[in-house]
C-alpha cells in the first residue's frame, strides 16, 4: 500500500464514521475506496465490515445520552448478535449474486418506510396502542431482521435499523438513532470476531481505516443531536434512496 492508497483510505474511512453516525450507508465509501486500492471484492466487504466498527463504538460515546434505560434496551442485544452471526454465515457460506439483486429493494424498500412513518403507524397501529407482549415481540423481530442483513452485508445499516426501529418505537428519532448506534456497535463486534477467525481480512486496509471512522463516528454523532427531527429523518431518507439506487445500478451492471 502507498501513500496515496492509504490517504485515500483514510478520507474514506473519516468520511464514513460520520455519514455511518448520522444516516448510515458509510460502507458505500469505504468498500468501494478498498477496491480502488486493489483489495479483492470478498476481502473488501469481509475487511469494511471489520473497519467500521471503531466508529460504530466513538457514534455510542456520541449519543450515549439518548440511550433510554432500562431492562429493555439490553434484551435486544442478545438478539443482535444472534442475528449478526446467522449473516455473516449466510456471506461465507452461500454466492453472493442472488443476494446483492435483493440488496437494493430492502434498502430503497426501509426508506420508503421511514419516509411514510406516519401513515405506515395509522395502518398498523402506533407503538404505544401495542400490547407490552406484542411490542417486545415486534422490536425483537424488527432487531433480528436489521442484523441477519448486517452481517451479511452491512452498507446502508443504519438507514435498515431506523426504518425498522422508528415504525415500532414510541421514541424521537435521536433516541432510535442512539439505539441504532448501539446496535450497529454489536454487529460491528461480532463481524469482527467470526470474520477475524473465518474471513480473508486484508489487515492492512483495516489498520488505516479503522482508527479514521472513530473520528467520524464521534463527530458524526453529536452532528446528530443537534438536528432538528425532520432534517435528520430527511437526511437519512435521502441518503437511503440514494443508496438503494446506486446498489441497484451496481448489481444490475
Not at 502507498?2 to 460520520?18: E, F, H, R
Not at 425532520?230 to 444490475?252: E, H, P, Q, S
Amino acid at each position: 500500500m502507498d501513500l496515496s492508497d492509504a490517504a485515500l483510505l483514510i478520507a474514506a474511512g473519516l468520511a464514513a464514521g460520520t455519514v455511518n453516525a448520522v444516516a448510515g450507508g458509510g460502507s458505500l465509501i469505504t468498500f468501494p475506496a478498498m477496491i480502488a486500492t486493489g483489495v479483492p471484492p470478498v476481502a473488501a466487504n469481509v475487511s469494511n465490515s471489520v473497519s467500521v466498527f471503531p466508529g460504530y463504538v466513538a457514534s455510542v460515546a456520541g449519543s450515549r445520552v439518548d440511550l433510554p434505560r432500562g431492562r429493555e434496551l439490553w434484551s435486544l442485544l442478545p438478539t443482535a448478535v444472534i442475528g449478526t452471526i446467522a449473516g455473516c454465515a449466510l456471506l461465507l457460506a452461500t454466492p453472493a449474486r442472488a443476494f446483492e439483486l435483493v440488496v437494493p429493494f430492502l434498502v430503497l424498500g426501509a426508506t420508503a418506510v421511514l419516509a411514510f412513518q406516519g401513515p405506515l403507524r395509522r395502518l398498523v397501529g402506533h407503538p404505544e396502542r401495542l400490547g407490552a407482549r406484542r411490542r417486545t415481540v415486534t422490536v425483537q423481530t424488527m432487531v433480528a431482521l436489521g442484523t441477519v442483513y448486517g452481517g451479511y452485508f452491512g452498507a446502508a445499516l443504519g438507514v435498515m435499523l431506523v426504518a425498522g426501529l422508528a415504525l415500532v418505537l414510541d421514541a424521537t428519532l435521536a433516541r432510535v438513532s442512539a439505539v441504532k448506534n448501539l446496535l450497529s456497535a454489536v454487529v460491528g463486534l461480532t463481524t469482527l470476531v467470526v470474520f477475524a477467525l473465518f474471513g480473508p481480512v486484508n489487515w492492512a486496509a483495516v489498520a488505516v481505516v479503522a482508527p479514521a471512522t472513530l473520528f467520524g463516528g464521534y463527530a458524526g454523532a453529536r452532528l446528530a443531536r443537534r438536528l432538528p427531527q425532520v432534517v435528520l429523518k430527511t437526511v437519512i431518507v435521502v441518503f437511503g434512496t440514494a443508496i438503494g439506487f446506486y446498489l441497484l445500478w451496481r448489481a444490475l451492471t
